[in-house]
T-cell receptor
């Protein structure tokens, strides 16, 4: 099956710094990727839809200047948390769709645990 | 109208028993209903999904039952095993287009040996 990877798997950063998280589709091309945020013992909340070669579409309430998304290639999307604060600490998960493979399934990455101190 | 309500929040089942998790949606435009399994510290993995043209879909020990008129769907895990202990999420979206998934609140399932 299709595989999505994320890097890093966990990161600790100081308040005020920026952190970049990578999401890669390893064996398929993904024109669309999604970024989710999950707090402990809670559900997944969609943050934004990332489209290759165009601007990301952010969900209501998500600060686009704080969570910068770049989908520069068909296999890579990045999420940059700018000027991170402790309240940004969360589990960030990406997913990708393999439309060329004929499936509408979203394949999820393993997640990135961000801790802001 | 975008909500998906999931119950129960937690569930304890004895090994070999049947685990049942329920979801209800509001948006009648939704036509794709997947269930995901998530282990601690990991991303969700698709278990099984259904579209409204069928009322039931079975894959191994996992069955989805779908009631379009009631706008409800449920996951049944037959012969539940300790390895099934995880958090389960239902979700809903439109099959075509952006396919933005709306997730239920999650059910923490514990299978006692």
């Amino acid at each position: 099956g299709a595989v999505v990877s994320q890097h890093p798997s966990w990161v600790i950063c100081k308040s005020g710094t920026s952190v970049k998280i990578e999401c890669r589709s390893l064996d398929f091309q993904a024109t669309t990727m999604f970024w989710y945020r999950q707090f402990p013992k809670q559900s997944l909340m969609l943050m934004a839809t990332s489209n290759e070669g165009s601007k990301a579409t952010y969900e209501q309430g998500v600060e686009k200047d704080k969570f910068l998304i770049n989908h520069a290639s068909l296999t890579l999307s990045t999420l940059t948390v700018t000027s991170a604060h402790p309240e940004d600490s969360s589990f960030y998960i990406c997913s990708a769709r393999d439309l060329a493979g004929g499936s509408y399934e979203q394949y999820f990455g393993p997640g990135t645990r961000l801790t802001v101190t | 109208q975008q909500q998906v309500k999931q119950s129960p929040q937690s569930l304890i089942v004895q090994k070999g028993g049947i685990s049942i998790i329920n979801c209800a949606y509001e948006n009648t435009a939704f036509d794709y209903f997947p269930w995901y399994q998530q282990f601690p510290g990991k991303g969700p993995a698709l278990l099984i999904a259904i579209r409204p043209d069928v009322s039931e879909k079975k894959e191994g020990r996992f069955t989805i039952s779908f009631n379009k008129s009631a706008k409800q769907f449920s996951l049944h895990i037959m012969d539940s095993q300790p390895g099934d202990s995880a958090t389960y999420f239902c979700a809903a979206s439109k099959y075509q287009g952006a396919q933005k998934l709306v997730f239920g609140q999650g059910t923490r399932l514990t299978i006692n040996p």
